[in-house]
C-alpha cells in the first residue's frame, strides 16, 4: 500500500490532536478566583504589546496568557509583580514556542519595566512557575488546535463571491 503526503499529514494530524485533548483533559481547571482578576485585560493587552516589540509569534502570546491565567489563579500577587509574572510568562512560552534566536533575554526584559527588577527575580520567578506547573509547561491552546485544523476544514475548492477563500 502506498501512501501520499496528505494520508501521511492526517495520521500525524489526528495523533497530535488525540495528544492535545489528552494533555487538555490533565490541565487544571481555572477556579476564576483570582484576587488579580480585575487587572488580567490590561496585563494581557500588555503583554501582547511586549511580545509585538519582541516579534513573538501568536502560539507564544496564547500560550504566555494560558500560563499567566493559572499562575494568578493560585497565587495572590501584589501590583509591582504581576508585570514581573507577565514577563515570566511570556520567557517560559517563548522557550517553548520560539526559535533558540528569537527568546528574549531576561534583561530584553526587564527593559519594558524600566529596569525595575533585579535580573535574580527573573531566574528566581522562572524556577518558581516552573515547580507550580510540575515543570509541564507545555499546554494546549487553541493555536496548536488551529493550526493543525485550518488546513483541513478549508479546501482549495471552497470559494466565496466567487473566489477561492485562502489562496495555499
Known amino acids: 500500500m502506498v501512501l501520499d503526503q496528505s494520508d501521511l499529514a492526517s495520521e500525524y494530524v489526528e495523533d497530535i ?3 492535545i485533548k489528552v494533555k487538555e483533559t490533565k490541565v487544571s ?3 476564576l478566583l483570582s484576587p488579580q482578576l ?3 485585560r490590561q496585563l494581557v493587552d500588555w503583554s501582547c504589546e511586549v511580545a509585538v516589540k519582541l516579534k513573538l509569534t501568536t502560539q507564544t502570546v496564547h500560550l504566555a496568557v494560558k500560563l499567566l491565567d493559572h499562575f494568578m489563579d493560585g497565587h495572590d500577587i501584589e501590583d509591582p509583580q504581576l508585570y514581573l509574572v507577565c514577563l515570566g510568562s511570556l520567557l517560559l512560552a517563548a522557550k517553548i514556542e520560539e ?3 528569537n527568546v528574549p533575554r531576561c534583561s530584553q526584559l526587564n527593559i519594558f519595566v524600566k529596569n525595575f527588577f533585579p535580573l535574580s527575580d527573573f531566574f ?3 524556577l518558581v512557575m516552573l515547580n507550580y506547573f510540575h515543570w509541564n509547561i507545555c499546554l494546549p491552546t487553541p493555536c496548536y488546535f488551529t493550526s493543525l485544523l485550518i488546513p483541513h476544514s478549508i479546501l482549495p475548492t471552497d470559494h466565496h463571491n466567487s473566489g477561492p ?3 495555499f
Open 38 to 40: 480585575d487587572s488580567r
Open 124 to 126: 528566581s520567578l522562572e
Open 17 to 19: 490532536l488525540a495528544w
Open 165 to 167: 477563500i485562502l489562496s
Open 29 to 31: 481547571k481555572l477556579q
Open 99 to 101: 526559535k533558540d534566536g
